[in-house]
Nanobody
Framework: QVQLVESGGGSVQPGGSLRLSCAAS????????MRWYRQAPGKERDLVAV???????NYVDSVKGRFTISRDNAKNTVYLQMNNLKPEDTAVYYC?????????????????WGQGTQVTVSS
């Protein structure tokens, strides 16, 4: 079983910055893709950024140039640096990690979600 713990959310004024972290723990054999999603009130959960095991990244157009996703493979942690935050970035942010977990003498694929962290951008 793989657990994810998120941290780093909070309230900031427009133009401010926050850094989200998501640490994975448990019987991890390998981690493949790591993603950040967000869900605003009354809306669906949307993909914000993704980073592959090789370090390739991709972003939704609305955050390009402002958000940066990165990962520390030694710590099984993914980050989301958010700069120049806007009120429309207000949402609960969730990390999602996909990989392979140890299971007995073998491995099984897993996909886990973090508990969510609130980001509020308001003046």
């Amino acid at each position: 079983q793989v657990q994810l713990v998120e941290s780093g959310g909070g309230s900031v004024q427009p133009g401010g910055s926050l850094r989200l972290s998501c640490a994975a723990s448990g019987s991890i054999f390998s981690i493949n893709v790591m993603r950040w999603y967000r869900q605003a009130p009354g809306k669906e959960r949307d993909l914000v950024a993704v980073i592959t095991s090789g370090g390739n990244t991709n972003y939704v157009d609305s955050v390009k140039g402002r958000f940066t996703i990165s990962r520390d493979n030694a710590k099984n942690t993914v980050y989301l640096q958010m700069n120049n935050l806007k009120p429309e970035d207000t949402a609960v942010y969730y990390c999602n990690v996909v990989g392979t977990a140890r299971y007995g003498l073998g491995q099984l694929p897993f996909g886990s979600w973090g508990q969510g962290t609130q980001v509020t951008v308001s003046s």
